[in-house]
Nanobody
Framework: QVQLVESGGGLVQPGGSLRLSCATS????????MAWYRQAPGKQRELVAE???????GYLDSVKGRFTISRDNAKNTVYLQMNSLKPLDTAVYYC??????????????WGQGTQVTVSS
């Protein structure tokens, strides 16, 4: 059974920090590109940060310098460290895994999301 479970969300004041975690199982985490997306009410889901199965990373321009994505292959977990949070960061944050399995079968898995609310 494939599972992606996000945690670490919550209510934080502007300027504060949160660390999101996505614990996974049921697929080859180490061979998967991982990403964090977010979706605010009434808005389209957007890519926030991504990390390859190697060392490459990419970020949404508005979070560069504030957010850091990382992965721990031994724990099958991807993280998103969020600093200097702003009210516009308020959204449900989703974990995503993409890759190619046996017989070149592509997969694209999603977690259920974790709420991040930045408000005073």
């Amino acid at each position: 059974q494939v599972q992606l479970v996000e945690s670490g969300g919550g209510l934080v004041q502007p300027g504060g920090s949160l660390r999101l975690s996505c614990a996974t199982s049921g697929f080859s985490f180490s061979r998967s590109a991982m990403a964090w997306y977010r979706q605010a009410p009434g808005k389209q889901r957007e890519l926030v940060a991504e990390i390859s199965s190697g060392v490459n990373t990419g970020y949404l321009d508005s979070v560069k310098g504030r957010f850091t994505i990382s992965r721990d292959n031994a724990k099958n977990t991807v993280y998103l460290q969020m600093n200097s949070l702003k009210p516009l960061d308020t959204a449900v944050y989703y974990c995503n895994a993409r890759g190619v399995g046996s017989l070149w079968r592509e997969y694209d898995y999603w977690g259920q999301g974790t709420q991040v609310t930045v408000s005073s």
